[in-house]
């Protein structure tokens, strides 16, 4: 089989390096991938949002499976642009059409969602530029914190926490009326603030039938200690020692299951994966929010968790057979460790040389913002690589991920150090 994966990131490289081991992958390709995707396949000079070239490419080259990593080309309608055109609409997709991506691309929506199939989420009420005065009327009644969220995608800056009224009146005001966040902040939900700590949940469905993946927990903050401005992610493990049988249970019976089945009710077709960013409150989870896609870096702890040939499960998924592929989790931790340039989340160089990258050799570098030019390796993005170790328990793991980062310099390089600390001490307990 010949698959092109779309995307540049952590996560494209893990689908590529995963989906290369499997006997049913033929030729692969990576677009635009980065300089470690190399090893995998062949990169290719096309954008995420360049549809027609993707087409094109996807013809020409003969590719049966499109895998799309980030969500832009699916909220932007990539599925539907392919179920439209006579020589693509064969080739299976893995990732919703533009209606199913509404769960990540409308926090309203999704909202809206949830509420109409009984999923445990956190009250809501949202406000437009119309209903402003509503909006601010509701923050006098409300208790604090309280969250704000920006409606459409905001490159995982549009929500903000705020501490008191005025603050959250300042930010409401902010979003609605001097569109902090464009078109995205026309409609903005004012949240009710849950206590607990968060979760990452992973399925992988056909619409009808899912397979659960392992889950995750993910590091957001720059700073140690979740200190300082949000980021992409600064690093993840798995499993998460407070996702006791009993609460991925409830997970299960409360949240993903509620899931697929309201897709099936409301008719919209649903192919792909789902991220269910969860709250655990108590013993009880509460959805955060909706991804239509898998996380970044969590795909780089989840992935190699699992020992199924991954080109398999997506060709089920693809074809409607989920039901008769059952998951195989390896027993094994994974932790990894995100390397980012100097400045980020802010604004940081690019083009600075990376050494060490083949000296470490018991963990796995994961390349995502790198180029190559001649023979170096060159940091070409805010995120530019994570570490994965592997072992039999969490400690192992974030022993060979660390002992893994200590190789790896450029000029400028940062990580955190405290990255699974807390989730060990959880184990302790
Ligand atoms: P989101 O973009 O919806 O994932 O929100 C970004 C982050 O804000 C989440 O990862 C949480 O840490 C935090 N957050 C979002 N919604 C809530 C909520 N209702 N209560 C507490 N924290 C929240
Ligand atoms: N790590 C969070 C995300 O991928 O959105």
């Known amino acids: 089989m ?10 494209e490289f893990t689908f590529a390096w995963k989906i290369s081991q499997s006997p049913n992958t033929e030729k692969l390709f990576i677009a635009p991938g ?7 396949g062949e990169n290719v000079e096309l954008a995420g949002d360049d549809f027609d070239g993707i ?5 020409e080259n003969r590719i049966d499976m499109v895998i799309v990593g980030p969500e832009a080309p699916l909220v932007d309608g990539i599925r539907d642009y392919f179920e439209n055109d006579e020589s693509l609409k064969e080739v299976m997709l893995i990732g919703p059409g533009k209606q199913g991506a509404m769960l990540e691309g409308s926090k309203d929506f999704s909202k809206e969602f949830m509420n109409r199939h009984e999923i ?3 009250k809501a009420a949202t406000f437009t530029q119309n209903t402003l005065k509503e909006g601010i009327e509701y923050l006098g009644s409300s208790n604090y914190p309280i969250v704000l969220k920006a409606d459409g995608l905001a490159a995982g800056k549009g929500v903000v926490i705020a501490n008191d009224e005025e603050e959250a009146v300042a930010v409401l005001t902010e979003m609605l009326v001097n569109k902090k966040f464009g078109a995205a902040s026309s409609k903005v939900l004012i949240e009710e603030f849950l206590e607990g700590i968060e979760l990452s949940v992973f399925v992988l469905t056909d619409g009808k039938d899912y397979l659960l993946f392992p889950e995750a927990k993910d ?6 200690h979740d200190t300082g401005p949000n980021t992409g992610g600064m690093g993840a493990v798995s499993p998460v020692g407070f996702a006791s049988d009993d609460f991925m249970d409830r997970v299960e019976k409360k949240v993903v299951i509620p899931t697929i089945e309201g897709l099936q009710q409301d008719n919209i077709p649903y192919l792909g994966f789902i991220f269910i960013g969860l ?3 108590g013993n009880e989870p509460y959805v955060i929010e909706y991804n239509v896609r898998m996380g970044d870096p969590e795909t780089q702890v989840v992935i190699p968790r699992i020992k199924n040939d991954f080109t398999e499960l997506l060709t089920s998924a693809a074809n409607g057979t989920l039901s008769k592929q059952k998951i195989d989790i390896d027993e094994d931790a994974a932790a990894t460790i ?3 340039s100097e ?7 690019k083009g600075r040389e990376i050494h060490g990258l083949a000296d470490v050799t018991d963990a796995l570098v994961v390349h995502a913002g790198t180029k190559r030019k001649d023979y170096k390796i060159l940091t070409n993005g805010g995120r530019v690589l994570s570490v994965t170790g592997r072992g039999q328990y969490l400690g192992d793991a974030l022993r060979h991920a660390y002992d893994g980062v200590q190789y790896v310099t450029w000029q400028g390089a940062y990580h955190r150090t405290d990255i699974g600390k807390d989730v060990l001490a959880d184990h302790i307990d």
């Open 219 to 224: 590091y957001k903050r720059i700073g140690e």
């Open 2 to 11: 010949n698959i092109l994966i779309i995307g540049s990131g952590g996560r």
């Open 343 to 349: 400045g980020y989340p802010g604004s940081y160089e």
């Open 279 to 281: 709250m655990k409150v």
């Open 34 to 40: 980065n300089a470690g995707t190399e090893q995998f």
């Open 55 to 59: 087409g094109k490419f996807v013809t």
């Open 120 to 122: 445990p989420t956190a």
């Open 338 to 340: 995100v390397m980012v």
